[in-house]
């Protein structure tokens, strides 16, 4: 009698979400909550929900049928909690409690509660709340790679967004508690630190009046961790500053993760993105001009209210002029609550589809031949996995980030959560194929 209770957590959605469920995993853990991996063993499961597009919610909605059919007492936070609401208790008996976006660091309270009988809803309406270097920690990514957070939340309005809804209002973190973060995660032998928000170039601008994150990167350039990556920079955001501080900065790679969403400028005006008219393909070129060897990944969402054949086509000729490194193609989802739900002339959904099929085969062969380009050469790699039947390791190279971009199957010796030199001698459209360079072989490493 007594004993406090044992929780799951079922994680759904981006990084953002997967840094709530690891404070709420840190925060349990300290106040003496037993985690267990097993969903069926636990007396309660937090489900930490998706609610950005459809087919997340509909994956969210899954899971929460499926725990509520075995009985199980659930928890939901997350954006779908914060989404629906009172709406989600209403509906699924099984649910003891939701937990809002800018309310996670209340999880302990909230099980005490629930513990007393209670239906707990724990959701602020406008949320403000964001962990810094204090707020304990548990990360469930491999022990190389770790993601930091430098704000939450957005103040732009792209029509077809939701979320400012989900979110909030950006807050950033001050440099110097990112930092400490960024040391604490260093001690934990962490490889590839990835920074991310919802617009990562608009980093400061709440706190300091202005963008500082070329501040910041210079900042980081004096932690001990060999590869910084940054995640969702604004075409508009990336000014000469950010682009000569990653320059200059010997361990923030050269990877810009920049969602265009589109290339016409009747769609970009329609998504609320008017601001970014025009500047395109003039920061592409920017970007090679400066930075030689630069990886751009982008994203585009076909489909949209509004887009003709005639602006698919352009889309299609702009992924096919600048050959980016890596490109994700989403069909337009109509959100409610966004101004894009009721715009006039919506794209079929089959059409929308077979738009993001097309753009998709567009961009496989330039995909091909960046990666056909990599043989040959040796490269750093980061060891993530072995496969335990064959001991082939899977690693990623600087031109690939976690879970969207390829992976690099490795033959030879190399250890774990290390970065190791591999020479290239194969490549197919998505990933690479190489064997490790023994230390008394004599190689130029290309980075």
Known sequence: MGSKPTIAISHLGCEKNRIDSEHMLGLLGQAGYQIDSSEELADYVIVNTCSFIQEARQESVRTLVELAEAKKKIIISGCMAQHFQVELLDEIPEAVAIIGTGDYQKIVDVIQQVETGKKVKEVSVNP????????????????????????????????????????????????????????????????????????????????????????????????????????????????????????????????????????????????????????????????????????????????????????????????ECHEFDHVGVFAFSPEENTPAYQ???QVPSGIAQ???????????????????????????????????????????????APEVDGLVYIQGEAPLNEIVSVKITYADTYDLYGKVVQQHDVLEIDS
Request: charged share 20%.
């Open 128 to 319: 403000i709340f964001i962990a810094d270097e204090t707020v304990p920690r548990y990360r469930t990514t491999t022990e190389g790679v770790a993601y930091l957070r430098i704000a939450e939340g957005c103040d732009y309005r792209c029509a077809f967004c939701i979320i400012p809804h989900l979110r909030g209002s950006q807050r950033s973190r001050s440099i110097e508690s990112i930092v400490a973060e960024a040391q604490q995660l260093a001690e934990q032998r962490v490889k590839e630190l990835i920074l991310i928000s919802q617009i990562t170039t608009n980093y400061g601008l709440d706190l300091y009046g202005e963008p500082r994150l070329d501040q910041l990167l210079r900042a980081l350039g004096t932690v001990d961790i060999p590869w910084i990556r940054i995640y969702y920079t604004y075409p508009t955001g990336l000014t000469n500053k950010i682009i000569n501080a990653i320059g200059d900065t010997q361990n923030v790679l050269p990877y810009f993760d920049v969602p265009f969403q589109h290339s016409h400028q009747a769609i970009l005006k329609a998504m609320n993105r008017p601001w970014q008219e025009h500047v395109n393909d003039g920061i592409i070129e920017r970007l090679k001009r400066f930075i030689p060897g630069a990886v751009l990944r982008t994203t585009f969402i076909v489909g949209f209210p509004g887009e003709t054949d005639e602006y698919f086509n352009h889309l299609v000729n702009f992924v």
């Open 354 to 400: 077979q738009r993001r099929e097309i753009l998709m085969q567009v961009q496989q062969p330039i995909s091909l031949k960046k990666n056909q380009d990599c043989v040959g050469k040796t490269v750093d790699v980061l060891i993530e996995q072995e496969n335990p039947q064959t001991q082939e390791k899977i690693g990623r190279s600087s031109r690939f």
């Open 343 to 345: 715009m006039p002339h």
